[in-house]
């Protein structure tokens, strides 16, 4: 009995196999599963393309830097505190 992939296995492994330029059999073995499961997924996803179930990797990065944004500006009013309170100890 085969093993039951989750629908994000799939897509990332469709995602691969159109966009890498590996041979099919390469990301087959890659991914550890058969060149025709693979093969009928790319089939299955050009049919009826599925709807991205996660945040696209556009709204992943997104979220990265809004939260890099955020730590740096506090790190940068923190520099800012530490420059005046230096500032005020050698006057």
């Known amino acids: ?5 989750t629908a994000e296995f799939r897509q990332e492994a469709v995602r691969v196999a159109l966009t890498s330029g590996l041979t099919r059999k ?6 550890g599963i058969g060149f025709s499961t693979l093969s009928k997924w790319i089939q299955q996803e050009r049919i009826a ?16 830097l809004r939260k890099e944004n955020r730590l740096l500006r506090e790190e940068r009013e923190v520099l800012k505190k530490a ?3 230096f500032a005020n100890q050698k006057s």
């Open 26 to 31: 390469q990301v087959a073995a890659d991914f």
């Open 1 to 5: 009995m085969g093993t039951k992939h």
């Open 49 to 64: 393309p599925e709807k991205p179930s996660v945040q696209s990797d556009l709204e992943r990065e997104i979220v990265e």
């Open 83 to 85: 420059t005046q309170f």
